[in-house]
Every structure is written in C-alpha cells, then in structure tokens.
C-alpha cells in the first residue's frame, strides 16, 4: 500500500491526526529509550520529532510508549471465548496482532469452522490473522468433521482465510518423507510454516527444517531450544495456562540478548482465570524480565520479532510508516497498560475495552444443531469374556498430558469390569459426535482426580468428542446426556443429577459469554467437580488432552485405544499379560 498520500502530513505541511507528545517510547531499531513526539496520520505514524502539529494532542507523560504487542502462537477456541469476547479481554492488555492456529475448530467444523474464525474477527480492534490447520486430522486414530487436505490448505491461503500454515504437528510425516504431508507443505511453500516438534532432534530435525518448518513453540528445555536456534529455527518461547516453559528458557535469553532477535514469547493455550491473573503478552514482558532477560529484549519478543517473523513489516515497533498500534505502560518491569490504540483510536484505558462488540452468530456453522445419540447405561458396561483376564488402563499423572499404558486385573461386578474409586479406577468413554455416528468407545483411567459422579467434555484435544470420565454408569449417562442436549460444553453430574454445566455452542469449544460471565460459570464448574473429588480446572484440563492420540502413550478415541509408541490401536481386554 502506497503511503505517498501521507507525505504532506510527515514533511510537517497539513496537521496531523494526532500527537503523542512527552512521549518517552521503546526504539527497538536501536534497542533504547527515546524522548520525542510521535506523529499519527490514518492510523500511520508519520513522523517522529517536534514541531507537529495536530488535530488532538495526547500526554504520554505517565508512562512509556510501547508497540502493541503481538501474540505469534496461539490456539484462540482455548480460551473458551469467541474472537470478539477474546479481542474485548485481551486488547486492554495492550495486544494487538494475534496468529492463531484455528485447528480446534477445523476438526470440529471443518474449513466452514475455520471461515467462521475469520468472520468473526473482522472489524475488532485486534488483528487476528489465522495459520492453515496442517494436521486435521492429527492422526488416523481420530475422528474429524472432515480431512482438511493440501487442496483445502491451498484454497484457504488462496481465499484469504489464512496468511501462513498453522504448526506442522506430524513432524514424523516431514522427515520421513510422506506424500500427504509434504503436498501440505509444498502448497504453503511461499507463506511462513510454523513448527510443532517436541524432542526433534539431530538428523530428524534436519529432516525436518527440510520441509521449509521455521519455528517451534515446543521446546522444554534450554538444550533443545540452543539445538534449533542453532539450526536456523525461530524460537517461540511458550507460557500459557497448561505449558509454561518461559523460566526454563529465559536465561538464554538472559546470558545472550541478541537472541532476542530470533525468539519470541507465545501462550499457545490460556484460560480467561490466566489472563486476569497476569494478562497477556504483557504478563510474559513482565516474567522474562523477572528471569534477568533485559528489558527491551523482552519487549521485543512480543513485538518486532514476531512481526518480522510473519512478514508483517507494517508493524512491531514506533517508526514512520508503521501503524499506530501502541500502548502506553506504566514500566516495562511491571508492563501494566494504561491506554491502548489501535490505529491511532484509543480502544481500551484502565483495562477496559472501550467498544462495545457485538456476540458472535453461530448459526451458519455446520453440525452445531446435531443431535448425537448417546449411551444408555447397558451400552457403558464392558463384559468380560471367560479369557478376559485383564484390561488396559491409561495411566494418568498429576499436571501431565503424557500418559503410560498400564495392564491391570479388572474390579468386576455382575461379570463386567467396572470403575472403583477404592483403586481410583475410573471408566472413560468417547462418543463420536462431528459426523453425528454416536460410535462409543470404553476405556479406563488409573488416578485420574474423581472420586464420584462424572465429568463430561466436548473439549477433547484435537478431535473434541464428547469425553467423559465417571465412577459410575448413571452418572456418565447423564453427563453425556446433557452433553448433547446442549450441542457441547461442559457438565459435572453425580448420579440422576446434573450439578453445574457450561454450554459451549460456537463448535462445541466456545461460549458465547464475555470473560467476566465465562469465569462465573466457570467458578459454578470448579465447585460443582471439587464437591464431587475432582479438583475441577486441572481435571477438566486433563482430561481434554486423554483422546490426544499424538501425544504418548495410552489415549482413548471414539475408535478405541491407540499408542502411538507402540504400533498403534490397542485392545481393551487382555487373556494374558503382554511380555515385556
């Protein structure tokens, strides 16, 4: 876009929109503070320097003018909150670039899930640009709304759905050189290709970096993150409310600033209880300078380098040409923001939005008025064969998503094995509901956190299918129930009685409520769960990620159990112990 247009406003001939004046602002060109006024003409700084002059004359002699901060991974569905509740919560925050992986709801939704994001971010006073879902379905253990192939990737970048490809999760599917997933990459070769690769390493990530992957936000440990900042990858530093892996990476930062150039801070995943407890990309401003990482280098993670990262080279820092998306801070070590602009229009001061956004319409997405049949209790028992002497359990661990495959003697009643709160043995059921079969598969969880009742989810990573885990038969009938009454959410039962419910209708992942109602019903869950031994937001986060057939070992689909370290599907009932 030409800006020839603004040149009488730069050269100082016409007043401009705007002046923020006694601005002390963070030059991230020169990695210092400066003192000048900076100059906005149609949401484009103009110049920088005195002598402006303006239609309004804003005093920013109360803080520090930053650029608006950039989120550069995250998943948006997890917050529970639509684009437009997510955008009014976090833009008083000071964000104002978000690129979201709307994976979620392509495997709910399909591609009409992913044009739905779309829409519904348009017109907010926050960018959200989307990464084409790469891996719908993760695996062939899952179900899908649809397969969302190279063709469908190639139409959405094509159509301006999506700017760039989301994580690239199948990263065996690169380096041992499947067809499907290098057609994937092949089509977004000229877009940025974001990376997904936990403990790739050597010729495997070399193999890897082969498909034209350039970043990654899964690194846990500062030896793995070196390897790929070695390797010519981006580092995307990630602290969300599930993995929070900043304070094991900061002090490469802290030992090496010029990193900074090369990493940057991401969520992945938040909560709306994370975002009110320490904000959002500010709140990672605020940690990695508490690690020792200075200050500008932090700054800087969350705005120049994500821009440059993704191409974005109108914005990320206070210069002429740029966009007026800044924020105005009380400190960078405290990063508490005190007014937000976009374009040059204050839409947030003192941590509210100043824009009245209207709810999202979910109506044109597809199978949301589905109804799922669901299990009656005779369908939830597991009989037992005269051979069946054992049965495998997922084995769950507290605040892991990583799971062991346990082979246990069943608790039998009436000839089927049951769940037993005496051996915290509890049953788990997955109900097929994108392409509306209602096929049901049963399984178990050792020290999964419940001592009664169930819990019911349509929030089940990746494929979300309605997740249920209960200490008895009745109660998961009626969490399931309610379930698919609601078309999704989230349910604590304990016997005939549904004690607190969430309904989630945008794809079954997302409510229509506003972060502070969204945090009541949340609370109402939390409590319902604990009164039942589940301690409920960690639980409920837990259980999301049992059906993740990508992520080792045992999980439980709507097509049965798989271990991916270990073939693949793998039976419920055993005659005999498997040798080791």
Not at 18 to 23: E, R
Not at 132 to 146: D, G, W
Not at 223 to 236: F, N, Q, T, V, Y
Not at 460 to 487: F, I, K
């Amino acid at each position: 876009m030409s800006l020839k247009n603004l040149l009488p406003y730069a050269m100082k001939e016409k007043p401009c929109d705007a002046v923020f004046t006694n601005a002390e602002f963070a030059n991230l060109y020169t990695m210092e503070i400066e003192r000048a006024d900076v100059a906005v003409k149609d949401g484009i700084i103009v110049g920088i320097g005195e002598g402006y002059e303006a239609a309004e004359y804003i005093d920013c002699s109360d803080g520090l003018l930053v650029p608006g901060f950039i989120e550069g991974h995250m998943h948006v569905e997890s917050t529970m909150m639509t684009p437009r509740a997510f955008a009014a919560a976090a833009v008083p925050h000071g964000t104002s670039t978000v690129m979201a992986d709307p994976h979620e709801i392509a495997n709910t939704c399909g591609m009409e899930g992913v044009r739905f994001m779309k829409r519904e971010s348009e017109g907010l006073p926050l960018d959200i640009f989307y990464g084409a879902p790469s891996c719908v379905p993760a695996s062939c253990f899952e179900t899908p709304f649809e397969e969302i192939t190279a063709e469908g990737i190639a139409e959405l970048l094509a159509d301006g759905t999506c700017t760039h490809l989301g994580e690239m999760m199948n990263f065996p599917g690169v380096y041992l050189g499947d067809d499907e997933v290098w057609k994937k990459l092949e089509v977004s070769k000229d877009t940025v290709i974001t990376g997904h690769a936990p403990g790739v390493s050597g010729a495997q990530l070399s193999g890897y970096l082969l498909g034209g992957v350039t970043s990654d936000h899964e690194c846990s440990t500062r030896k793995e993150a070196l390897e790929k900042l070695r390797r010519g990858m981006h580092l995307m530093i990630r602290q969300g409310a599930a993995a929070r892996n900043l304070k094991d990476l900061a002090p490469l930062l802290a030992e090496d600033p010029r990193l900074c150039v090369r990493c940057l801070a991401v969520s992945d995943d938040i909560t709306p209880a994370f975002m009110r407890e320490r904000g959002h990309m500010n709140g990672c401003v605020r940690e990695l300078i508490e690690c020792g990482v200075p200050p500008l280098a932090a700054l800087r993670t969350t705005t120049l380098t994500p821009a440059e990262y993704f191409r974005l080279y109108d914005r990320g820092a206070i210069a002429p040409g740029k966009r007026a998306d800044l924020a105005l801070v009380d400190s960078l070590e405290n990063c508490r923001v005190l007014c937000v602009w976009k374009g040059g229009k204050l839409v947030a001061q003192d941590g509210k939005i100043l824009e009245n956004l209207a709810p999202a319409a979910v109506s044109e997405l597809p199978g949301i008025h589905k109804t799922v049949a669901t299990p009656t209790p005779d369908e939830l028992k597991i009989k037992l064969g005269p051979d069946d002497k054992y049965i495998n359990v997922i084995g769950v661990a507290p605040r892991q998503f990583t799971t062991e495959t346990l082979t246990l003697e069943p608790t039998v009643e009436g000839g089927c094995a049951c769940a037993d709160p005496s051996r915290r043995l509890a049953k788990m059921a997955v109900v097929e509901k994108n392409r509306g079969t209602g096929r049901l598969a049963l399984g178990f969880l050792q020290n999964f956190p419940i001592a009664r009742g169930a819990v019911a989810s349509s929030v089940a990573h990746d494929a979300h299918n309605y997740t249920c885990a209960g200490m008895d038969d009745l109660s998961m009938v009626t969490a399931l129930r309610e379930l698919a009454r609601m078309h999704g959410g989230v349910v604590v039962a304990d016997g005939d009685k549904v004690l607190a419910s969430l309904e989630l209708p945008a794809g079954g992942l997302m409510s229509l409520l506003g972060a502070d109602e969204l945090l009541e019903k949340l609370a109402e869950i939390r409590a319902a769960a604990e009164s039942i031994g589940c301690p409920g937001t960690e639980a409920m986060m837990q259980l999301s990620f049992m059906s993740l057939s990508v992520i080792p070992k045992l999980k439980l689909t709507d097509q049965g159990y798989c271990d991916i370290t270990a073939g693949g599907t793998q039976p419920l009932t055993l005659k005999d112990l498997p040798k080791k």
